[in-house]
């Protein structure tokens, strides 16, 4: 039996869409496989795909609660009644949770996978809350791995550097599914606008560097808006941003959707003049891989995009997004600019990065490496 493990389904965010991914490119793959879900969300959330070749079950289904000990408890009782029924040559993928991971690396009659989007220090979720796993003791479980799956090349590096063998390492790059925007059609909108989706994080994704960059665009472009697509992360961030508009004088320009449902998302992206990403230099950007950036280009419509980790070995600035250096919203604002200037142009742009996106981030192609991998050790 194969076996997907996961801790948690969230609808609607990157790595749940990432998990998506690779489930419908299993089940069409017609490769059998059980999802396994330890614990439920606020919402008590469930997959909504229908699968041929693809069982879901979810350990949590008995004994719903949002009470923190109570989901403890009975995480650690499915993962030890889990861990008891596995037989002779089944294999285990953990996806992102080093609490799962130790189940396989624990039990030598199984062949045990796993992957890791994020580094270490920047991991969050029920991997830090629920287990206080030593950085010994995670060291230890990762080394039992029959095949470790990461999304970077610095990712990649810093597990070797931690005594991973390199033989078992395998990078598998972000992916997005290509379905979701193979039939859309920019539509005819009200505003014009440049679009951000995703975590509205400061931190993370710069977005108050996007919001001083585009103040410089409005105060030339006056019929141009700044859609920011997601939820802020914190009130901290929502409250500077909401005052860092207000001192630009761009508070008429700028539009906070909130969360948008997946579904929708793609012709959101679709409708924008242009697509935009000031991520900012950190541990975060140099080790991960943004999907919304796949996203992007997944439009066809120009990316603007800061040049931090492993952005700049797939787009080439000029031919397939426009790169610009992290917290300098003098230079991005000039990519943007230049994209409005010269439309045609940055249309073959993003016709280039789509092509890009389709070759290197197709959720098939990526889960067939994967897949490959797991079935040929």
Not at 222 to 230: A, F, R, S
Not at 305 to 313: A, C, N
Request: proline share 3%; charged share 25%.
């Amino acid at each position: 039996m194969f076996y997907i493990l996961i801790d948690i389904f969230q609808p609607n965010n990157a790595v749940s869409n990432r998990l998506l991914g690779y489930i419908r490119a299993i089940d069409e793959m017609k490769i059998e496989a059980t999802v396994v879900v330890f614990l439920p969300d606020e919402k008590f959330s469930k997959i909504k795909d229908v699968f041929h070749n693809i069982t879901v079950e979810y350990l949590w289904d008995n004994h719903k609660s949002t009470n923190l000990f109570i989901k403890s408890f009975f995480f650690f009782l499915n993962k030890w009644k889990f861990k008891k029924k596995l037989k002779d040559g089944d294999i285990i993928y953990t996806y992102g949770c080093n609490a799962l991971t130790n189940i396989g690396t624990s039990n030598a009659k199984v062949k045990s996978f796993a992957e890791r989007t994020e580094h270490p220090k920047v991991s969050s979720g029920y991997n830090s809350r629920l287990v206080a796993l030593s950085k010994k003791k995670c060291k230890k479980t990762l080394m039992g791995l029959d095949g470790l799956f990461v999304i970077s090349t610095s990712l990649k590096d810093y597990f070797i550097l931690e005594g991973i063998s390199e033989s078992k390492i395998h990078i598998i790059n972000m992916t997005v599914d290509p379905k979701r925007f193979a039939l859309l059609k920019k539509q005819k909108v009200d505003i014009r606008y440049i679009a951000y989706c995703g975590t509205a994080s400061n931190n993370k994704d710069g977005v108050d560097e996007l919001i001083k960059a585009f103040a410089i665009v409005a105060h030339q472009y006056d019929d141009i808006k700044l859609m920011i697509i997601g939820k802020t992360p914190s009130k901290e961030d929502e409250l500077g941003n909401l005052l860092l508009i207000e001192q630009l004088g761009i508070k008429d320009k700028v539009i906070f959707t909130g969360i948008v449902e997946s579904e929708k998302m793609p012709q959101l992206l679709k409708n924008a003049e242009i697509l935009a990403l000031d991520r900012p230099d950190s541990l975060q950007a140099q080790c991960g891989f943004p999907t919304k950036l796949g996203e992007y280009l997944l439009t066809g419509n120009p990316v603007v995009v800061t040049k931090e980790g492993d952005i700049p070995r797939f787009l080439v600035h000029g031919e397939s997004a426009l790169l610009a250096n992290q917290r300098d919203p003098q230079d991005f604002a000039e990519k943007i600019k230049w994209a409005l200037d010269n439309p045609v142009l940055a249309r073959k742009i993003g016709e280039t990065g789509e092509k890009i996106a389709l070759r290197e981030f197709n959720n098939v192609s990526e889960t067939h490496k994967m897949i490959d991998v797991i079935f040929n050790k």
